[in-house]
């Protein structure tokens, strides 16, 4: 007895797949733009200053990954504005754009110095936290010798933490690594 035979699946010739406008230029724009990021990263880094001292640790890895994710984030979300304003007559758009990140990323740089250097203390070739709250037994010796931030520090064994307090250390660190890490994609920006 003859059993019918399962035919056998006809051959398609594969058509080519149409490629979409929008994506191939999302692609060529963003070949072409890698590279130049590249050269931006290199060019910022050329300048910007190192980490605060604690932010690159292995409990706090997390916040260079998160530095490098918001690098890689801005420039990603600047590929679909530059896509679709990318005619002569957005130049004005761009260059608006490109002012006001650079005026931003400068008060990044001078903040993140500024802060280093009120909130910091250099000792044996470190840097040292300092908080903004003295402990209330440490005020009446300040009140009455006005010591440098170096002196304190010196008198309390160089523990900021017989000084000010834990919490105000702690503030101060957060609020370095933050300007650090949020200037990060204003420079990518510019």
């Known amino acids: 007895m003859n059993q019918p035979s399962i035919p056998e699946p006809e051959q398609q010739e594969s058509e080519p797949k149409e490629e979409n406008p929008v994506d191939e230029r999302l692609v060529k724009q963003w070949n072409l733009l890698m590279p130049a990021v590249t050269w931006v990263m290199a060019m910022i880094g050329s300048f910007w200053l190192p980490a605060p001292p604690g932010l ?73 936290y300092i908080g903004g709250v003295v402990k209330q037994e440490v005020a009446e010796f300040i009140r009455v010798y006005h010591p440098s931030k170096e002196e304190l520090l010196d008198s309390a064994g160089w523990d900021p933490a017989r000084v000010w307090t834990q919490e105000s250390i702690q503030h101060h660190r957060l609020m370095l690594s933050a300007v650090y890490v949020l200037g990060i994609p204003l420079f990518v920006i510019t």
């Open 56 to 128: 690159i640790t292995e409990d706090t890895k997390v916040m260079v990954s998160f530095a490098k994710y918001l690098a890689t984030i801005s420039t990603g979300i600047m590929v679909l504005p530059i896509l679709k304003w990318s005619s002569r007559k957005h130049v004005w758009l761009w260059g608006k754009v490109a002012a006001i990140a650079s005026v931003l990323s400068v008060a990044a740089f001078f903040s993140y110095q500024q802060l280093e250097e009120t909130w910091t203390v250099k000792h044996d070739g470190e840097l040292i």
